[in-house]
């Protein structure tokens, strides 16, 4: 009866393994948490990320915090925060991303905090954009500015729809506009992204910013699929 009482006002088990939570934990279990694959990508320049994107786009530093793998933890947290409207496991993996980074100078010099626009569309049928929750719980821990108003993802167009596929991969670059060039001068940029896959979108992201006097961009997402 107790355990039922205490269910009504804290209902969750843990996403990652479907256990009940022991107390004090919320969203996701601790061992699930500290268990979660770490790639050490920020304490190699040269990982696997940033040499895909070497003459794609001019970047400070690239990482993803930890390996994404089918069927694993990390991917039912993500499909929680993304499909289940569970907002604050966005908020926790960027609370841990930024503890992960803390000695990390790279990103931790950032001045702004830019999570990757959601698609419009994709933006009204899931009601905010899990990128934005990431940034969130990053900048908190960073006491950090985020900026969500000023780079934008622009509508597909039509004709986008019936190109060929490699097509559309170059016309991403033009997918993503910034307003308040001005602002982004001399600063240092973090992009944040849930996962890096192809790293396509990022890259635009990146791109949107090139020209900028003194601006510099590196990228963080949280997850990245094992190599
Ligand atoms: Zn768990």
């Not at 960073?142 to 900026?147: D, L, R």
Request: charged letters at 20%; glycine letters at 8%; aromatic letters at 12%.
């Amino acid at each position: 009866m107790i355990n039922d009482f205490f269910k009504l006002f804290f209902p969750d088990n843990c996403p990652g393994c479907g256990h009940s939570f022991l107390r004090g934990e919320k969203y996701v279990c601790l061992q699930c948490l500290y268990g979660l694959h770490k790639t050490q990508y920020h304490n190699d320049p040269e990982n696997p990320i940033a040499k895909n994107f070497w003459g794609k786009t001019d970047f400070g530093a690239v990482t993803a915090v930890y390996f994404f793998q089918k069927g694993q933890v990390l991917q039912r947290l993500l499909h929680q925060l993304k499909y289940n409207g569970c907002k604050e496991i966005g908020i926790m993996l960027g609370r841990q991303m930024a503890m992960e980074l803390f000695q990390a100078s790279a990103f931790r010099n950032a001045d702004i905090i830019i999570p990757v626009p959601l698609h419009p569309g994709k933006l009204l049928q899931r009601g905010f954009n899990q990128s934005e929750m990431i940034a969130l719980g990053m900048a908190e821990y960073w006491e950090k500015e985020v900026h969500t108003e000023t780079l934008k993802r622009k509508k597909y167009t039509q004709s986008q729809t019936h190109k060929a596929r490699y097509e559309r991969f170059e016309n991403t670059e033009s997918v993503f506009e910034l307003d308040n060039i001005k602002s982004y001068e001399d600063k240092h940029v973090l992009l944040v992204d849930d996962v890096i896959s192809t790293g396509s979108t990022i890259i635009s992201c990146a791109e949107a910013f090139s020209g900028i006097s003194g601006c510099k961009i590196s990228m963080a997402s949280v997850a990245a699929p094992h190599r």
